[in-house]
């Protein structure tokens, strides 16, 4: 199976900041990386497809990129409601598998 | 609008089975793959099955293999997960989600709570 590693477990900011968020592949899935936001005892939200590319409806401050094994999902100015957790999730081979999260916080 | 509504969760002792049902609304069902994705209480998200647009194929991680079977009724839009065998460790809320192009879950339902337990 491939393992999605992601960094760090936690991130704590301040409103404002920007911030980058890691994914790893354990190996190459080439740009088959998928981004979601859970909030707190809400369903997950797509928020990149395909490493890079935009959702419809998703704020234009979430952006990611990456390709190989390294990719980062990055949040422009963050704002109040963006403190939810974020799983990153592969569709490179048909064993789908997702990262352990990562929980963006208020510092 | 796209809309799944889960259905079918509860409380069911170790070894015994469980149907969850998911009605899909909003779209033409049977032009996508659908899935079910859980996620075991404070735990992380962990895919659960896959099924083609036909049904003709589906795909599930060792974890549930042979025990889990997702299948589909595209006459009535609706998604199934039929568990047996069922063991603490598949207590977890159960999300259905249209897979799309089988690559990545771009809708998903509110979700239903298994809880495994005598």
């Known amino acids: 199976n491939i393992v999605l590693t992601q960094s760090p477990a936690t991130l704590s900011v301040t409103p404002g900041e920007s911030v980058s968020l890691s994914c790893r592949a354990s190996?190459?899935?080439?740009?088959?990386i998928h981004w979601y936001q859970q909030k707190s005892n809400e369903s997950p939200r797509l928020l990149i497809k395909y490493a890079s590319q935009s959702i419809s409806g998703i704020p234009s401050r979430f952006s990611g990129s990456g390709s190989g094994t390294d990719f980062t999902l990055s949040i422009n100015r963050v704002e109040s409601e963006d403190f939810s957790i974020y799983y990153c999730?592969?569709?490179?081979?048909?064993?789908?598998?997702f990262g352990a999260g990562t929980k963006l916080e208020l510092k | 609008e796209v809309q799944l509504v889960e259905s079918g969760g509860g409380l069911v002792q170790p070894g015994r089975s469980l149907k969850l049902s998911c009605a899909a609304s909003?779209?033409?069902?049977?032009?996508?793959?659908m899935a079910w994705v859980r996620q075991a209480p404070k735990k992380g998200l962990e895919w659960v099955a896959t099924i083609s647009t036909s049904g003709s194929r589906t795909y599930y991680p060792d974890s549930v293999k042979g025990r889990f079977t997702i299948s589909r009724d595209n006459a009535k839009s609706s998604l199934y997960l039929q568990m047996n065998s069922l063991k603490s460790e598949d207590t977890a809320t159960y999300y259905c989600a249209r897979h799309y192009g089988s690559h990545y879950f771009d809708y998903w339902g509110q979700g239903v709570m298994v809880t495994v337990s005598s």
């Open positions: 909003g779209f033409t069902f049977s032009n996508y793959y």
């Open positions: 999730q592969q569709s490179y081979s048909s064993l789908y598998t």
């Open positions: 190996q190459s899935i080439s740009t088959s």
